[in-house]
């Protein structure tokens, strides 16, 4: 069982920045790839960035370039830091922890870009 928990989303201006966080908790950890995805309401969640504990990482076509997945020594908590935001991208944000079939969410934190 992996636990995880999002936090950093809040409200920032077209062409701004945030970091958001995740922390997670539970057994086994390193055997995990940690990620990030977005859905707006009543749509398919994106998948943004995935990093293994090897701190290799791979992004969506999307998002390289503009969106930075990091984790930190302990391998317990990822970021996503998000540039040039624009106000389309405003969704809630998910961690998740992927091994083979097992997949854990977190709860999401929202993310409003707006003037």
């Known amino acids: 069982q992996v636990q995880l928990v999002e936090s950093g989303g809040g409200l920032v201006q077209p062409g701004g920045s945030l970091r958001l966080s995740c922390k997670a908790s539970?057994?086994?950890?390193?055997?995990?790839?940690l990620g990030w995805y977005r859905q707006v309401s009543g749509k398919q969640r994106e998948w943004i960035a995935h990093i293994r504990n090897s701190g290799h990482a791979e992004y969506s076509d999307s998002f390289e370039g503009r969106f930075t997945i990091s984790r930190d020594k302990s391998g317990t908590t990822i970021y996503l830091q998000m540039n040039s935001l624009q106000s389309e991208e405003t969704d809630i944000y998910y961690c998740?922890?992927?091994?083979?079939?097992?997949?854990?969410w977190g709860q999401g934190t929202q993310v409003a870009v707006s003037s």
């Open positions: 539970g057994n086994r950890l390193s055997l995990y790839a």
């Open positions: 998740k922890a992927q091994r083979c079939e097992n997949n854990y």
